[in-house]
């Protein structure tokens, strides 16, 4: 009777740590998911013409980034990074 209880007890012991390890892992993946909400990417200033409403097409010739706009006159700007 001894050793039935014994592997029962220690059944029931990995199997709390199986749960254990799941809520954790659980628990980890949404702190993760949550940190990463709230940080978020970055946002930049715009900088330059922005007389440009609306910039339906870029485009890529080289290592510079294209874009025009009219208004007055046709705008052509151009960027090696997307951002400047």
């Known amino acids: 009777m001894k050793n039935n209880y014994s592997s029962l007890r ?11 390890r799941r809520n954790w892992l659980q628990l980890s993946d949404s702190l993760g998911l949550l940190l990463g909400l709230l940080t978020g990417p970055a946002a ?9 409403y609306d910039p339906s097409t870029i485009i890529k010739e080289g290592n510079k980034y294209w874009t025009f706009t ?3 006159d046709i705008y052509a700007m151009y960027s090696t990074d997307l951002v400047n």
């Open 10 to 20: 220690r059944a029931a012991v990995v199997r709390a740590h199986q749960l254990a």
């Open 44 to 52: 930049f200033a715009l900088q330059g013409n922005d007389n440009c």
């Open 70 to 72: 009219t208004g007055t």
